[in-house]
């Protein structure tokens, strides 16, 4: 059964960073597309980064410069780097992933097999 934990989130000024970290237990497949999303109370899910097992990656314009997603193979674990966050970034962060490259070709859209419980991440000014 696959599990993803996630793990980082909390409370920063404006212009801080943080790291989140998706931890993957049980993924036996040999592709993936991971990605983080975040949804802030009200609002609706918004993805702000994906991978693939090729290394390529995606980042809306709202969080490119800034997010940095990355996976250690050896570790089983999705990160995203958070830097000059802004209170805008305030919202409940998840990350996702599939087996089906597909979901990573038509990112954001799609519904990610399997999710994290997520993690706050709280910014402000």
């Known amino acids: 059964q696959v599990r993803l934990v996630e793990s980082g989130g909390g409370s920063v000024h404006s212009g801080g960073s943080l790291r989140l970290s998706c931890a993957a237990s049980?993924?036996?497949?040999?592709?993936?597309?991971m990605a983080w999303f975040r949804q802030a109370p009200g609002k609706e899910r918004e993805g702000v980064a994906a991978t693939d097992d090729l290394g390529d990656t995606s980042y809306p314009n709202s969080v490119k410069g800034r997010f940095t997603i990355s996976v250690d193979n050896a570790k089983n674990t999705l990160y995203l780097q958070m830097n000059n966050l802004k209170p805008e970034d305030t919202a409940m962060y998840f990350c996702a992933a599939d087996p089906d490259l597909t979901f990573c070709a038509s990112w954001p859209e799609g519904n990610f097999r399997y999710w994290g419980q997520g993690t706050q991440v709280t910014v402000s000014s």
């Open positions: 049980g993924y036996t497949y040999r592709t993936f597309c």
